[in-house]
């Protein structure tokens, strides 16, 4: 842990990340501790101070466990195919496969063809490249086709009764 002016760099074995603190928050290193201080008590100071606080434990658990997201495909034909580690090709009932290159820091597993595991150490990152797999083909609410997270209850709606 690398505190220097307005930053601070996390190493742990999983790899290494770097923030920009903003101004008027400060970061100590009280002996096994980190302790995240505000210059005074305006309310964007104070705002900022827990979230300072948080990316900070984010980035420590990061590089130490790392994050995980899962995600599941639900529907006749949908299916994803990972080529390499950090590319997935995605069939999701368009006309063609949706290509998604991963960025730097994130791999993707396909243990299934129809679940897809996200894995990275920066939290924020990990949570934003399932969001955008999920967005090629949110679930919809009639027969829950679609890319979903592992758990994510959709709710549904009965659709048409017919004619009385």
């Known amino acids: 842990m690398t505190i220097s002016g307005a930053s601070i760099t996390v190493k742990g074995s999983k790899g290494s990340l770097a923030r920009v603190l903003p101004t008027g928050i400060s970061v100590k290193k009280v002996e096994t501790t980190l302790v995240v201080e505000r210059a005074g008590e305006e ?19 990061g590089v130490t466990q790392g994050y995980v997201k899962e995600l599941e495909i639900i529907g006749v034909g949908y299916r994803a195919v990972a080529k390499g580690q950090d590319k997935l ?44 797999i999920r967005s090629f083909r949110s679930p919809e609410p009639y027969k ?3 890319v979903r997270y592992v758990g994510e209850r959709v ?10």
């Open 144 to 146: 829950g086709k679609g």
């Open 43 to 61: 309310r964007a100071l104070r705002s900022s101070h827990g979230m300072i606080r948080a990316m900070i434990s984010n980035m420590v658990d």
């Open 89 to 132: 090709e995605l069939a999701l009932g368009f006309s063609h496969p949706v290509p998604y290159a991963a960025p730097q820091g994130v791999t993707f597993e396909v243990p299934v063809p129809t679940r897809i595991i996200v894995k990275g150490v920066d939290k924020e990152l990990v949570g934003q490249v399932a969001a955008e």
């Open 155 to 164: 709710l549904r709606k009965a659709g048409k009764t017919g004619k009385k």
